[in-house]
């Protein structure tokens, strides 16, 4: 065979294989090329699925006449012209491979008006090669894209197309993640000739959240924090849900990079690593979260469908994710009951920020705002489960100064502060079935599970133990051989020091083995070969690994488990308030050690519903 170049329509039918994958693909990239237009209304039309035809329109720019014919071929854009632009890319199309791919596979109609013409001109593309030749058109300012029989000249793309019914879902869904994109914008939809969002333009913080509650609910804002963090030229924003507001799968997640939704595997990471130690098993975190940072930093063109992106720095990028996201979920704890009212009176956020164009920001760290609506949601009931610590407590006896053990068993007893301002878990009244503490409050009453409340409250005095030292390490009395292969020795040896710190004391002793004499004393029983090959692989894959220090936290956890409260163990009253008490000075005390709820509050309002009061 010959080797012969392909006719341009078969070019773009490939390129269309990798763009347009389905009706929602076409909405995505025509629905960006409105935002690069600077469009502020945006209105979709959808009929049967988008299989018959998807029909976008905008108020922006416009394109000029004698651009319409360059719109529908192959490379040919207005957003980047060179190298430089390529790497600091602000707007979300760059290509110019969108609009003809998918005039490629459809039927195609693209009018548009920019502000100094008399008229608008309409083009037509059905795939063909055929010269394309405007036409006047009396449509008002902006541009209207009607794409209709998509894959009609595809049949075997077309027999994939799901029913009308699966595909609007995909558009539905792709749309509301549009919508939360850019809060400046009026987005509209519509099926089959019916009204399915209105969204207005939000310009408050009042009317995002609006918006917001549209498309998650509003129980989401009512068990959210609000996050507003900048560092190091960073700058993270958004609503992250409680521990307790988790879901069973990954659908309400949503990440922005200056704009743009993306799906990328070092945030997850991130985010999964704050939410470590509260989240419960099995369970996913839901949050609407908007990072913005210099285009320089991050590339964009790592994916046909650039949903997936490229941090310069990385590392740098996780840190930040997840130091900012760690300090926002660790700040949600009770406050006096004063200062809730004030802390929702001066909650605020600046506005999204809906031009990608870089400015500068402040790189000092900026403690996040956090909204204290604390309703925890009900998620499944899980028991502690039944280990044998014994060697772990022991173990731990050795790495905690005698300075700073204490006696997990008991609490401490201690009597109420008298200060002005009411403390926000209130006094306690009863330990009811020797199992939950009921205290009164000046909202209402709360109850408090004191196993798991005390439970997390140990485990954080724990691990602040445990980590204000170096760990100790124990010499193995036989030392451990690891094989491994060339690469995974370099980095270990490049990672002396960082194994060094976690208390291990490792060696390469030939060319694909490596020898640990020494591994931190609280990891007694643990697989050493295993973790220390666990532990290279994270490295490899996102530069960083946290392994080690989630072993030693969870044998802590363990430790925290069996050392708190049981059940059947009847607390007197000050020791349910130092109890109490201890709760409102611990970090992330909503939540026991493997993401139960360890309060849960009734108001005076919610009372006086429940027996009809007021009615």
């Known amino acids: 065979m010959r080797i012969h170049a392909l006719p341009p329509q078969l070019i773009n039918q490939i390129a269309a294989g990798e763009v347009v994958e389905r009706p929602a693909s076409v909405v995505k990239e025509l629905v960006e090329n409105c935002f690069d237009a600077g469009a502020s209304q945006i209105i979709v039309e959808i009929e049967q699925g988008g299989a018959r035809l998807i029909k976008v329109r905008d108020n922006g720019c416009g394109i000029e006449k004698e651009d319409l014919p360059l719109a529908l071929s192959r490379h040919a854009t207005s957003k980047i012209q060179s190298l430089h632009d390529l790497e600091e890319v602000a707007t979300m199309g760059f290509r110019g491979e969108a609009l003809p791919s998918i005039s490629s596979v459809s039927r195609l109609s693209l009018i548009s008006r920019v502000a100094e013409a008399d008229c608008a001109w309409r083009v037509q593309a059905d795939g063909s090669e055929e010269e394309l030749d405007p036409q006047p058109d009396p449509h008002p300012l902006g541009t209207t894209i009607e794409v ?65 509650a549209q498309i998650f609910g509003s129980t ?30 990954q659908d309400m997640q949503y990440f922005y990079v200056n704009g743009r939704l993306i799906k990328d595997r070092l ?17 996913h975190p839901v949050y609407v979260l908007y990072l913005v940072l210099d285009p320089g ?99 731990y006896t050795r790495v905690v100064a005698p300075s700073k053990a204490m006696d997990v068993h008991e609490p ?66 036989l030392p451990v051989q690891i094989q491994v292969s060339s690469g995974e020795a370099d980095l270990a040896d490049d990672q002396q020091a960082f194994f060094m710190r976690l208390g291990f004391e490792l060696n390469r002793m030939a060319e694909e083995t490596l020898v640990v004499r020494a591994a931190p004393a609280l990891l007694t029983g643990i697989d050493i070969a295993l973790l220390v090959k666990d532990v290279l692989a994270d490295i490899i894959e996102h530069g960083m690994s946290q392994r080690i220090e989630q072993r030693c936290n969870e044998i802590l956890s363990s430790i925290a488990c069996h050392g708190s409260v049981r059940a059947n163990r009847r607390l007197t009253i000050p020791e349910m308030n130092a109890l109490l008490r201890d709760m409102e000075k611990t970090e992330r005390s909503g939540q026991c050690n493997h993401g139960r709820p360890t309060w849960v509050e009734l108001s005076k309002k919610e009372l006086d519903k429940l027996f009809l009061r007021g009615q």
């Open 297 to 395: 930093l991050v590339d964009v063109n790592a994916h046909p469908q650039k949903l997936e992106v490229r941090f310069r720095e990385g590392r740098t990028v996780h840190d930040f994710l997840y130091k900012a996201l760690h300090r926002s979920l660790a700040d949600v704890r009770p406050k006096p009951q004063e200062q809730i009212a004030e802390s929702e009176a001066v909650t605020t956020r600046p506005d999204v920020q809906q031009v990608v164009d870089f400015q500068p920001l402040p790189a000092s760290d900026s403690n996040p705002v956090v909204r204290q609506s604390y309703q925890p949601s009900a998620v499944p009931r899980q028991s502690s489960l039944p280990l044998d610590v014994d060697a772990q407590i022991e173990a």
């Open 267 to 283: 945030v997850s990471h991130a985010i999964k690593q704050a939410y470590q130690d509260v989240l419960f098993h099995g369970r």
């Open 148 to 212: 209709c029989d998509l894959f009609y000249n595809t049949p075997a793309r077309r027999k994939f197309l799901k029913t009308d019914k699966t595909e609007f879902a995909h558009i539905d869904t792709l749309f509301k993640r549009m919508a939360l994109s850019r809060f400046d914008i009026t987005f509209e939809l519509k099926h089959n000739q019916r009204e399915v969002f209105n969204f207005k333009k939000a310009e408050t913080q009042a009317e995002q959240e609006q918006r917001v």
């Open 412 to 477: 401490p007893i201690s009597e109420p502060a008298n200060t002005e301002a009411a403390p926000a878990l209130g006094y306690a009244v009863a330990h009811l079935h020797d199992i939950y503490i009921l205290s009164e409050t000046q909202n209402g009453i709360i109850l408090v599970d004191a196993h798991a409340a005390h439970e997390r409250v140990t485990y954080e005095q724990f691990k602040s133990q445990y980590q204000q030292g170096s760990i100790p390490s124990q010499p193995l009395l």
């Open 220 to 249: 989401f804002l009512e068990n959210s924090v609000v996050v507003d963090f900048n560092a190091s030229g960073m700058h993270l924003y958004g609503w992250v849900g409680l521990p307790t507001f988790s879901r069973s799968q």
